[in-house]
């Protein structure tokens, strides 16, 4: 099939290109600059410039690649993930890629007569906090999320509700680790361990749900010929409290244990939302993406991976 990735040369889409190429399929990819295309072309890809919140500039790429599929992969982070008092400050760029860009993108579909829609979410922070520790995709989003959070949170709402209300897939990547990411070989996490200024906070009791970023990427190859419409959790096998994965990734970095601190004294630093995610926070189970997408993630726990899977 004709696959357009919206988003190719980023962190998901980069290691996705080669996949659906391998896979036999015609891959169109869209980078915002066109000093990267070469990479696609490389990766047996063609590119195409393009602006994600520019209504015309989508539409003319998705036009003119007239593809079968259509996978979101927008986002704009810009090394801001660790400022959790600000939260949705640091996502105020991919926030408008997951609503206006989803919207450009979806007029543009229709208008080519794509198809099947795929698009990123996330999983993890957004789960209700409360009840048990892992969620499914049937459990409901967080219905009071911090303050912080509450524009990225409609954004994640957004891109999801317009994807599955078209007959799309909307798969929900866990926080993502290894190469080119912020938990990965210089990555912005990475050096908060290492420097000791990411604590444990309060018990540690936040439960995350981690994903490689080559797992992420296999799950959307497989979202092109697998899956009813829906949204998907991808995630690995392992949902961990942070008492557990923190100290076994800084010990898989080399870095000395991370320092303790009451809840009381992280708030002023990393806010309500940090907090949060430290001691509040609930996991996913992937068993519906397993199911019906026929995906396994090479690295089923962030264990392993956080040893040879960062880059």
């Excluded at 010990?251 to 320092?259: C, S, V």
């Excluded at 708030?267 to 995906?295: D, F, Y």
Aim: hydrophobic residues 40%; charged residues 20%; aromatic residues 6%.
């Amino acid at each position: 099939m004709r696959v357009f990735i919206a988003g190719a040369t980023g962190a998901v889409g980069s290691r996705l290109v080669p996949l659906l190429v391998a896979a036999g399929h015609e891959v169109i990819g869209s980078s915002r600059s066109e000093a990267r295309l070469g990479e696609l072309e490389r990766a047996g890809a063609s590119g195409v410039v393009m602006d994600g919140l520019d209504a015309a500039s989508v539409r003319r790429a998705v036009l003119d690649a007239h593809p079968d599929v259509i996978i979101h992969q927008l986002t704009g982070l810009r090394g801001q993930v660790g400022d959790t008092k600000h939260f949705d400050h640091g996502f105020a760029a991919t926030n408008a890629l997951r609503t206006r860009g989803t919207d450009h993108l979806l007029a543009a579909a229709d208008e080519a007569g794509v198809g099947r829609f795929i698009a990123q979410s996330y999983t993890g922070w957004p789960n209700q906090r409360t009840g048990g520790p892992v969620k499914t995709e049937d459990d409901p989003l967080d219905s009071n999320p911090t303050k912080a959070s509450r524009e990225t949170l409609a954004g994640i709402r957004y891109v999801e509700q317009r994807t599955t209300g078209v007959g799309g897939l909307a798969l929900r990547y866990g926080s993502l680790y290894g190469p080119g990411n912020d938990i990965g070989r210089g990555g912005e996490i990475v050096e908060m361990v290492k420097a000791r200024k990411l604590p444990v906070v309060g018990g540690g009791t936040g439960v995350w749900s981690f994903c490689h970023i080559d797992d992420a990427a296999s799950a959307a190859a497989a979202a092109v010929t697998r899956g009813a419409p829906g949204v998907y959790n991808i995630v690995d096998d392992e949902p961990a409290p942070v008492s557990v994965w923190l100290p076994e990734f800084a010990r898989a970095i080399g870095a000395k244990p991370p320092m303790r601190i009451p809840a009381w004294m992280a708030r002023p630093l990393i806010g309500e939302h940090g907090v949060s995610m430290m001691t509040q926070i609930r996991g996913s189970s992937n068993a519906k993406a397993k199911r019906e997408l026929g995906w396994e993630p090479v690295y089923p726990s962030w264990r392993e991976g956080f040893r040879t899977g960062l880059g």
